[in-house]
């Protein structure tokens, strides 16, 4: 006859949560959650003058290097394209 001894182990039990302080953590991540949706909507606010061809290929440029890490190519292209940009239009 076999038999098997399985160690005890004794567990606190489980501090309880109230209701108003669950409730409370979920208004607060929903309220941080909603602000940050909007944040990130928001459009940048530009000022009324046009940008020169130098500055709009500086920033397809700044854009180009966000994706210099995970597409290489694709960051290339864009460079290259700020580049088409300003060499096109210098001329005009």
């Given at each position: 006859?076999?038999?098997?001894?399985?160690?005890?182990?004794?567990?606190?039990?489980?501090?309880?949560?109230?209701?108003?302080?669950?409730?409370?953590?979920?208004?607060?991540?929903?309220?941080?959650?909603?602000?940050?949706?909007?944040?990130?909507?928001?459009?940048?606010?530009?000022?009324?003058?046009?940008?020169?061809?130098?500055?709009?290929?500086?920033?397809?440029?700044?854009?180009?290097?966000?994706?210099?890490?995970?597409?290489?190519?694709?960051?290339?292209?864009?460079?290259?394209?700020?580049d088409r940009?300003?060499?096109?239009?210098?001329?005009?």
């Amino acid at each position: 006859m076999t038999s098997h001894i399985l160690p005890s182990q004794s567990f606190r039990p489980a501090r309880a949560v109230r209701m108003g302080t669950a409730f409370g953590d979920l208004a607060l991540a929903a309220a941080r959650l909603t602000q940050a949706l909007l944040s990130s909507l928001r459009r940048p606010v530009r000022s009324g003058r046009r940008l020169s061809v130098i500055e709009e290929a500086n920033e397809l440029r700044q854009f180009a290097n966000g994706y210099l890490r995970t597409d290489p190519g694709f960051a290339a292209d864009l460079m290259a394209a700020a580049d088409r940009h300003e060499l096109n239009n210098d001329k005009a």
